[in-house]
């Protein structure tokens, strides 16, 4: 066989690839799509999940399946998801402590920011810190005070490197205030603490913690988020009170394995954004306080970018790392 | 009276016929579910909630707390006839219910265990009823030094669960506690003891432990031993009645039981495998026949089986009051009630009336269920040990290794389970006792984890611990138990020797 006769079979066989490509994202998806939550069922991203899973089966006519798999504070799942075949038929739900894990251990048996596609940001929702009901100070102003005037207060958060745990840290560093976190195996634990009046707060979900404050067990200080939330709309941004550009907001993407082609993955953001664009999806997230945030794959990409470099940048100040 | 309308209204939702077949369906899965030995409720539980999401929120709980609360009613089954539990918290059945099961009486230790079960389950409902928001404010008062403080009497009464060697008992106690040790801790997010495997860093697998110490062992240990089924009886309900010191010694352990388990439902994080064991300890201790444990005790089973059913109805007081799951088990039910929009918390017996008071009826009329179809099941059961060790024991092996897997959706944790059954048969011909093992992996990391919390709000201060009034009267208590538990050994002893030494045969 010569040289020429080989060159042109292997353009052949690259054309017929690229045909076959181009044809497969005309009809993606073809065959069901799975779903990773790296978390056991009925937490916040195995419900997100869930809900988006629906809409886009409902919108391929192709069953999207839900797959758990927990353990190992996500590293389970996003190992597995990371040695898939970049075909867009196995994507994975990620939240922002994907991102902090990065930055306080050193341990992950993938690179979290080069083996993964990022495919479309799903939406966000902010933490709300909730104090003890009995707390003198009401506003963030005087909360601010509060935590700074003494060195033996405490506040729950829910592991090393969980977002309560950056959330809280990044206040003791704006405000200057020097707070011990304890740590607790949930938020809900950590919530009975404050409740209880054992620790001084806990900066939770607001899913958690709005029918506590509406029930008064639980006082409302501020939200982590830049601009109030439609849920809460009387509660006030650290932002707006004196800690300007202050946001820890906890959000959910979408991934895939490295090398997703890239109509598979412009099919993949179009199909999310229509669902993120539905009422019903709005009114789904708006029920926990949260906001649908749509992006292109390349915004994606770039904002969990600046996510693992701030996250970084506080773990390292903090003194956050797993030794 | 506002009570009693709401508890007329929740049983009109109950007793719709769709509640009513889904509560059924739900408590015999559950029931058939906790049987099979492997599969306990968090499995069962797990592998049911995806049906449910279709369903209106009030049915879809109805379901999935009747598979909980089934499963658990089962699991006291193969407990008793196979020394196989159903579900982790029926492992302490099997110390006193297998016993029976080789006197030839099953049928008086099934029966006897779903009155038990019945009256658990109708205690923790009373009290689902009446006090869940007094409850629920009184388990707010419980922080870190309280739940240290009782964990730690939780230990020291399980190394009463031991038969006769202390000293071995309270090893496998330390074992348990080692074992709770692995995974990520966590304040310092330190893994220990994983060997590199990520696995491990969420902890040892509970169910993999408990299913692989008391069934992979006890299944290996049949087959080496090659024994026969000399227990089979035909089950009347004649061979159901228990002997008239039976009736009579009965009730209180039933009683303690349900206290002690609605105790420790109602507190998050603890849950009914803690409750049993506490409960079949406080009997040992409280029995004027302490040697008859082990060897076939009604107490024996009364207090768990009572314990285990009403933690398994106080629990849902936290859930649905706080908002805050206790178990595992609880969170996923709880999941269940977040897919369809409802936030569990201080507002939903306000804002969703039925969904509360529907459940909590239709709650007592499973546990009828239950009754009414365990009774007649019992004969069935028992003939579950005609079926030859050849088929049924690989059949068992295979259950257990999918229920399993379920919870954590995890290969891993299978092969934990067998490593575990291994350990397990090791450690029972060595005869070492299992039950502390496991009361030490529950209680360990929670002693553990309390301790620091407290120690880290209280800055280090232990004194603080035993100035609060709860911590500190339990505190006290275990540490006055543990001063008498030493006296009473020590006098044992003494008059064992001076006993000894007065027929002459003393050889030391």
Not at chain 1, 153 to 164: D, F, H, K, V
Not at chain 1, 305 to 323: H, S, T
Not at chain 2, 190 to 211: K, P, W
Not at chain 2, 397 to 408: A, D, W
């Amino acid at each position: 066989m010569n040289l020429p006769k080989l060159a042109s079979m292997a353009i052949a066989a690259g054309v017929i690839g690229a045909t076959a490509t181009s044809a497969l994202a005309q009809q993606f998806p073809s065959e069901p799509v799975t779903l990773v939550v790296p978390f056991s069922p009925g937490g916040s991203n195995d419900i997100v999940a869930r809900q988006l899973g629906m809409q886009l089966s409902e919108m391929w006519g192709q069953p999207v399946v839900i797959d758990n798999r927990p353990g190992g504070g996500a590293t389970i799942g996003s190992a597995h998801v990371a040695q898939q075949d970049p075909d867009g038929y196995t994507i994975m739900i990620a939240s922002v402590t994907f991102t902090m894990n990065a930055a306080v251990r050193n341990d992950l048996p993938f690179d979290p920011r080069a083996d993964f596609t990022p495919i479309a940001l799903i939406g966000q929702v902010p933490l709300v810190i909730g104090a003890r009901p009995d707390m003198e100070a009401t506003t963030p102003e005087e909360f601010f005070e509060y935590i700074r005037s003494s060195d033996a207060l405490s506040y729950g958060a829910t592991g090393l490197g969980s977002i309560q745990h950056f959330a809280g840290e990044l206040l003791n560093q704006a405000v200057g205030s020097n707070v011990q976190v304890v740590q607790y195996p949930g938020g809900g634990p950590a919530m009975t603490d404050v409740m209880g009046g054992f620790i001084e707060y806990s900066i939770g979900s607001m899913t958690q913690m709005l029918p506590q404050v509406q029930a008064g067990a639980i006082k409302p200080i501020a939200l982590t988020s830049l601009e109030r939330s439609p849920a809460a709309p009387d509660i006030p941004t650290l932002n707006e009170s004196g800690l300007d550009g202050f946001e820890v907001i906890q959000w959910w993407a979408i991934l895939g394995p490295d090398g997703i082609p890239d109509d598979v993955v412009t099919t993949l953001n179009g199909s999310i954004n229509e669902v993120l664009a539905s009422e019903q999806f709005t009114a789904f997230l708006a029920a926990d306080g949260g906001t649908p945030r749509p992006m292109s794959p390349d915004e994606t990409g770039a904002f969990m970018a600046a996510n693992f470099d701030r996250w970084a940048e506080v773990a390292e100040r903090a003194g956050m790392l797993v030794e | 009276m506002d009570l009693w309308s709401n508890i007329a209204a929740g049983f009109q939702i109950a007793v719709s016929l769709e509640n009513l077949a889904y509560c059924f369906l739900g408590v015999f899965l559950g029931t058939f579910f906790g049987a099979l030995p492997g599969i306990g409720s968090l499995a069962a539980v797990t592998m049911l909630l995806p049906l449910t999401f279709y369903l209106d929120p009030t049915t879809a709980l109805v379901m999935l707390a009747g598979v909980y609360y089934g499963a658990e009613y089962g699991g006291s089954t193969s407990s008793i006839l196979l020394n196989l539990p159903g579900t982790p918290s029926n492992a302490v059945t099997c110390l006193d219910g297998y016993p029976m099961t080789q006197q030839g009486r099953s049928g008086v230790a099934l029966f006897a265990t779903t009155i038990a079960s019945f009256w658990g389950g109708t205690f923790g409902i009373i009290l689902l009823y009446t006090l869940a928001p007094v409850i629920a404010q009184w388990a707010l008062a419980f922080g870190p030094a309280e739940y240290f403080a009782i964990m730690v009497f939780g230990l020291v009464a399980a190394a009463t669960v031991t038969q006769d060697a202390p000293a071995k008992g309270m090893a496998m106690v330390v074992v348990g506690m080692m074992l709770g040790t692995i995974g990520a801790d966590l304040t310092t997010g330190i893994a220990r003891y994983d060997f590199g495997y990520f696995e491990l860093h969420d902890g040892v697998s509970f169910i993999a432990l408990a299913m692989g110490l008391f069934g992979v062992s006890e299944i290996i240990l049949s087959i080496s031993q090659n024994v026969d089924k000399p227990f089979i009886q035909a089950v009347t309900f004649r061979s159901m009645i228990p002997t008239r010191d039976e009736v009579r010694r009965s009730p209180m352990p039933m009683l303690r039981g349900a206290g002690i388990g609605a105790f420790f439902g109602a507190l998050p994080g603890t849950g009914p495998s803690i409750a049993t064991f506490i409960g079949y300890a406080i009997e040992k201790r409280l029995s004027r026949h302490p040697e008859q444990f082990g060897k076939g005790a009604i107490e024996g089973i009364m207090s768990p089986e009572s314990a285990n059913n009403a933690a398994v109805q106080a629990a849902f007081i936290p859930t649905m009051t706080l908002g805050i799951p206790g178990s595992a088990t609880m969170a996923v039910m709880m999941g269940a009630l977040l897919i369809h929009g409802i936030q569990p918390g201080p507002q939903l017996m306000t804002q969703n009336p039925e969904i509360f008071w529907g459940l909590a009826a239709s709650f007592w009329i499973g546990n009828l269920l239950l009754l009414i179809l365990n009774i007649p099941l019992i004969g069935v059961w028992v003939r579950l040990l005609q079926i030859p060790y050849g088929i049924l024991y690989p059949a068992v092996i295979c259950f257990i290794c999918i229920g399993v897997y379920t919870v954590r959706s995890s290969p891993f944790d299978v092969g934990m389970v067998l490593f575990f059954g291994l350990l397990g048969y090791v450690l029972r011909l060595l005869r070492f006792e299992l039950a502390p093992l496991l009361i030490g992996f529950i209680l360990g990391p929670m002693v553990e984890e309390n301790f620091k919390r407290a120690m880290l709000i209280y800055r280090g201060d232990f004194w603080a611990m035993l100035e609060r009034p709860i911590s500190g009267t339990l505190l006290v208590m275990t540490a006055l138990l543990l001063l008498w538990s030493v006296w009473v050994m020590i006098r044992n002893r003494r008059e064992r020797r001076a006993h000894a030494h007065d027929i002459g045969q003393a050889d030391d």
